[in-house]
């Protein structure tokens, strides 16, 4: 029996219709499933759609650029380099458990292609590793104020090459820098992926403005 992460869920119009919608939203370094729960109600999403948002809580475990300090984490940076020394493994053992997310929404009716996964810095590290290499197709990978971390360890799945990636982040964001957004975008356009981007004057957050930009993007992409 699988064990799956706890996490918030939030569900937009379930008396509606039966919900064949999902987005699966990670949030960052030591936050919780509740940091995005108060966004749903702002992104405007239209009347006929019936979504389940699931916002999963990370394990604690010790981070080493935080003394060793045990938090909410997906995985242990190791040091904050620009080019972030990371705790690989523990990446690709928190991308299996959000594939396990993706495999329970499967089976309560949600197509692959109606399920969008997202993430916040740390989280969208972990978004760009599951949806990059998911072997089916899925209706988009939204990444806010991260970076790709794992480029050399994915195993790029085929399915997902016409994939719509959202890329948004700060440009005063002192902790995961705007250029690391700009590489993602670099490398992913190299390879011929569908990429939006955009930047807000704002630091290591999202503001009102990225929030309606992201619910007419997921109006798209889940329609």
Same mark, same amino acid.
């Given at each position: 029996?699988?064990?799956?992460?706890?996490?918030?869920?939030?569900?937009?119009?379930?008396?509606?219709?039966?919900?064949?919608?999902?987005?699966?939203?990670?949030?960052?370094?030591?936050?919780?499933?509740?940091? &995005?729960?108060?966004?749903?109600?702002?992104?405007?999403?239209?009347?006929?759609?019936?979504?389940? &948002?699931? &916002?999963?809580?990370?394990?604690?475990?010790?981070?080493?650029?935080?003394?060793?300090?045990?938090?909410?984490?997906?995985?242990?940076? =190791?040091?904050?380099?620009?080019?972030?020394?990371?705790?690989?493994?523990?990446?690709?053992?928190?991308?299996?458990?959000?594939?396990?997310?993706?495999?329970?929404?499967?089976?309560?009716?949600?197509?692959?292609?109606?399920?969008?996964?997202?993430?916040?810095?740390?989280?969208?590290?972990?978004?760009?590793?599951?949806?990059?290499?998911?072997?089916?197709?899925?209706?988009?990978?939204?990444? =806010?104020?991260?970076? =790709?971390?794992?480029?050399?360890?994915?195993?790029?799945?085929?399915?997902?090459?016409?994939?719509?990636?959202?890329?948004?982040?700060?440009?005063?964001?002192?902790?995961?820098?705007?250029? =690391?957004?700009?590489?993602?975008?670099?490398?992913?356009?190299?390879?011929?992926?569908?990429?939006?981007?955009?930047?807000?004057?704002?630091?290591?957050?999202?503001?009102?403005?990225?929030?309606?930009?992201?619910?007419?993007?997921?109006?798209?992409?889940?329609?």
């Amino acid at each position: 029996m699988t064990d799956y992460l706890d996490a918030v869920i939030v569900e937009h119009n379930p008396s509606q219709k039966k919900i064949d919608r999902a987005v699966i939203w990670l949030h960052g370094l030591g936050a919780s499933g509740h940091d &995005f729960e108060p966004v749903v109600p702002q992104l405007e999403l239209a009347n006929d759609m019936a979504v389940r &948002f699931i &916002f999963p809580h990370a394990p604690k475990r010790p981070v080493t650029v935080n003394g060793g300090m045990v938090m909410p984490a997906w995985y242990d940076i =190791l040091e904050m380099s620009l080019e972030r020394k990371i705790d690989v493994a523990q990446i690709e053992e928190s991308a299996q458990q959000i594939n396990d997310l993706i495999s329970r929404e499967v089976e309560r009716g949600v197509a692959p292609e109606h399920i969008v996964i997202a993430g916040f810095s740390q989280g969208g590290a972990v978004a760009y590793h599951v949806a990059l290499g998911y072997p089916k197709r899925l209706a988009g990978l939204m990444t =806010l104020s991260t970076y =790709l971390a794992t480029n050399d360890n994915i195993d790029y799945s085929a399915a997902n090459k016409d994939m719509p990636i959202l890329i948004e982040h700060g440009t005063h964001d002192p902790v995961v820098p705007v250029i =690391l957004g700009e590489q993602a975008q670099q490398l992913l356009s190299a390879k011929d992926y569908n990429v939006s981007y955009n930047t807000y004057p704002m630091a290591h957050q999202v503001c009102m403005p990225q929030i309606q930009n992201i619910g007419k993007w997921l109006n798209k992409v889940l329609a």
